[in-house]
């Protein structure tokens, strides 16, 4: 009999063999679909078993360096796993948790696996609002952070259990040491085999017309998922892989843990505070990075530095977020000899379409489908399949391994999005005679900035909490470095006046009630464009905004 071991390993060493070939891959490939799989025991401390490769490898700002071997991991995570269980974590209690990139984020996520618990990633940006929302709608039961937010958890209401990372009772009362998982015993005993379907990770994303999203994961649907990302990054066995992405987002998951410990690879992290190119190109040189990904805000910040400082550019590089600029890809080939390419996914999903290693590639286009993905266009007036141009969607008669389960305990939602026999992404796509894929744009309002998605509806909410505010639109304002940056179009309550007074106290209230990512940076008063029915016509703020404004507001000027 198979094992679910063996199933995956051959579907990824498939990949491996064709990682050039991608006609034989995207023909070939067919997704590993076992009844039980626990990534973290079944995957993770079988290629651990032994092994003395670094899994994981940090280097900190100030020259500090963690290296863990695979062996290492898995004892770690043994260990944490029998801790967390005698603090009363169970198969489907929701953990979220909120670290930045520390070995503790590993340990706890395989440690989460194997105790077959829910994992709720969240970025340490998040404020007191954001965690009592997402404490909430988790039913979150345990809370894992580093000793320096759990002040943050204060006004968070709930009866749950507190882990504090570098801290504990004398530091935060009520909060346990995590240190203290380093006495238990490294050898671990699962309670039960886990269901392919049992769920692993919830993550929070945001929408245009609610709060944010729940979006639900499998124990397949994102470690075998990732196998693909695996394939478009490039990744092989060996590799020291480097990716730029904040932990409590989907990429993380994506390129920090599942695609390159599928591939058997080495992740590399280089924690810094403020981004200093040539810091990062010689902590990359030092540790031999040979796969690079990065959102397009760095990868536009690097070629305004010298990239010839970096001596042995990686192998493979590659961005993700949104389209990269062909000047940037031309700036990159030139000085490195090497094409970023892109790729294209959502939390909801792995990699959808991608430029994988050995495509031609074509200026613009995001690539072809994935191996194990059917994406169709579908037609805007009609929602038929075929269209030149239109929604990105997955053929759900052969529903990939990597797409949620479905928004949790939102049917209504969840049906929306698979309406029809397709899972629709809410983004706009154009398909040429090729095969190729060029992203468009939202179907929707939300944008993205840096690195961020950002939701107007969320911004917009957090605006209307002020008494000054009557309304609020926000949109995205073009920004040299970011992309785009958070604009607010406000209309005055009665007894505000419009001016640099007025715009002051509403960018402190935004710094006051938003996470950094999503503050308010430009601001301009006036009434709002709006259809007969009463619906605020955005594409007219956002013309607006990209034309410029005189009497546009900005948050620096204000500092």
């Known amino acids: 009999m198979t094992t679910a071991t063996e199933l995956f390993r051959s579907a990824r060493d498939f990949l491996l063999e064709h990682r050039e070939d991608y006609p ?21 401390d079988v290629i651990a078993d032994g092994n003395g490769r670094t ?22 995570s043994d260990r944490v796993a029998n801790r967390l269980r005698e603090w009363g974590v169970g198969p489907e209690d929701r953990i979220l948790v909120m670290l930045g990139n520390q070995v503790e984020l590993w340990e706890t996520a ?67 040491s995590y240190e203290d998982v380093y006495s238990a015993s490294d050898a671990f005993t699962p309670d039960g085999p886990t269901a392919a379907d049992d769920p692993l990770m919830l993550y929070f994303t945001s929408g245009t017309t609610a709060r944010p999203k729940l979006v639900e994961h499998t124990h397949v649907s994102y470690p075998v998922g990732h196998l693909a990302t695996m394939y478009w990054i490039g ?5 020291v892989h480097l990716n730029i992405s904040s932990p409590g987002w989907a990429k993380h998951a994506w390129s920090n843990l599942f695609a390159p410990w599928n591939a058997e690879a080495t992740v590399f992290l280089y924690n810094y505070t403020r981004f200093d190119a040539g810091r990062l190109m010689a902590e990359m040189d030092r540790a031999g990075v040979t796969t690079f990904c990065a959102p397009p805000t760095v990868w536009r910040m690097l070629v305004q530095a010298d990239l010839t400082r970096l001596t042995t550019p990686p192998r493979e590089v590659v961005a993700a977020g949104e389209p990269l ?92 999005a698979m309406a029809g026999g397709y899972y629709r992404t809410g983004d706009i796509g ?33 605006l209307l909490e002020h008494e000054a ?37 509403l960018f402190e209230h935004s710094r006051h009630t938003l996470a950094p990512y999503k503050r308010v940076r430009r601001l301009e008063f006036g009434e709002l464009p709006k259809t007969v029915s009463g619906k605020i016509r955005r594409i007219e703020l956002r013309e607006a905004t990209a034309a410029g404004s005189a009497n546009e507001y900005r948050e620096e000027d204000f500092r």
């Open 55 to 76: 899994a994981l490898h940090i280097v900190e700002e100030d020259g500090r360096e963690t290296r863990v071997s695979f062996a290492e991991m898995s004892a770690r």
């Open 24 to 44: 034989a891959a995207y023909e070939g490939f067919r997704w590993p679909r076992p009844a039980h799989f626990n990534w973290a025991l079944d995957w993770f």
């Open 469 to 505: 505010v009557a309304e609020a639109a926000v949109v995205p304002a073009p920004d040299d470095l970011r992309l785009a940056v958070p604009k607010a179009y406000i209309v005055l309550a009665a007894g505000w006046e419009p001016g640099p007074d007025t715009a002051k106290v």
């Open 110 to 176: 395989l440690a989460a696996m194997k105790l077959r618990a829910v994992v709720i990633p969240a970025t340490t940006l998040l404020g007191p609002a954001d965690l009592r929302d997402r404490v909430d709608r988790g039913r979150v039961k345990h809370v894992i952070a580093r000793s320096e937010d759990t002040g943050k958890f204060d006004d968070v209401p709930g009866d749950y259990t507190r882990v504090a990372v570098g801290g504990g009772p004398e530091t935060a009362p009520g909060w346990r």
């Open 325 to 416: 600029n062909p000047e940037v890809i031309e700036q990159v080939r030139r000085l490195w000899g090497r094409t970023v390419r892109d790729g294209f996914g959502q939390t909801e999903t792995a990699v959808q379409v991608s430029n994988s290693p050995g495509q031609v590639l074509k200026t613009g286009s995001m690539g072809r489908p994935s191996p194990g993905y059917r994406v169709e266009l579908l037609d805007p007036v009609s929602g038929a399949p075929g269209a030149d141009e239109g929604e990105i969607a997955l053929d759900l008669s052969a529903r990939p391994v990597g797409l949620m389960t479905g928004y949790h305990g939102d049917p209504d939602r969840t049906a929306e």
């Open 235 to 239: 990744l092989t066995p060996g590799d």
């Open 430 to 462: 154009a398909r040429d005679e090729d095969g190729y894929l060029t992203y468009v744009g939202r179907a929707d309002d939300v944008f993205k900035a840096s690195d961020y998605k950002i939701s107007p509806f969320e911004l917009e909410s957090a």
